[in-house]
């Protein structure tokens, strides 16, 4: 069975400095993991996606993740944190197959990044 | 492009009413369409999927139904909604095939009284 722990539900940063956003997995197969953002009452924007190839990701505004399999984690980070970056986060993962080839999504509980001026 | 269309964008609605909400995606064929929920301060609960058209597959027991009768037109329905039913649902499609992106649209906010 497939899992995600996202281990902060809240993080609060200065605007300028580093964010990082901590996802663990736990997967049978070789997953596909994305980041999703949401701004309040919006839907969830892709940031980035990893589908075994380069571990090291880059996505919009500036975010970017590493896929580490020995940690079975994949961590978001940003060197330069920016006011419109406050929003929720969820990390996820793909490997389950469902019924007709449809994927089966596995959503972390989200992080709330706040972003001090 | 693709996009994805949601409405309406906010509901009030009150114990024991109908509930319909339409998803509707352009640009693109046959693809897969999802139906989740969002409950307050969690993360998202998929409800529904259809890999084709009146193809529906239910992921948890509940008070709705979901309804495909076209393409790319995906319909949740309920016929007495539940204090439980509040929350934010977000429809999202992906091409179909092995691990592919799910993009979503911009939700409805459903608040049940």
């Known amino acids: 069975a497939q899992s995600v722990t996202q281990l902060d539900s809240h993080v609060s940063v200065s605007e300028g400095t580093p964010v990082l956003l901590r996802c663990n997995y736990s997967s049978s197969y070789s997953p596909s993991l994305f980041w999703y953002v949401q701004h309040p009452n919006k839907g969830l924007q892709l940031l980035l996606k990893y589908t075994s190839a380069a571990t090291l990701v880059k996505g919009i505004n500036g975010f970017e993740a590493e896929f580490k399999k020995s940690e079975t984690s994949f961590h978001l980070t940003k060197p330069s944190a920016h006011m419109s970056d406050a929003a929720e986060y969820f990390c996820v993962v793909s490997d389950r197959r469902m019924g007709g080839g449809a994927d089966g999504l596995t959503f972390g509980k989200g992080t709330h990044l706040i972003i001090q001026p | 492009s693709q996009t994805i269309h949601q409405w309406p964008a906010t509901l009030v609605q009150p114990v024991g009413s109908p509930l319909s909400l339409e998803c509707t995606v352009e640009?693109?064929?046959?693809?897969?369409l999802y139906w989740y929920r969002q409950a307050a301060g969690r993360g998202l609960q998929l409800l529904f999927y259809s890999v084709g058209i009146g193809q529906i597959s239910s992921e948890v027991p509940q008070n709705l139904s979901a309804s495909r009768p076209q393409d790319r037109q995906f319909i949740l329905s309920s016929k007495k909604l539940l204090l439980s039913d509040s929350g934010f649902y977000l429809c999202a499609w992906s091409v179909p095939g092995t691990l592919k992106t799910q993009y979503f649209g911009p939700g409805t906010r459903l608040l049940v009284l």
């Open positions: 640009g693109t064929s046959n693809p897969n």
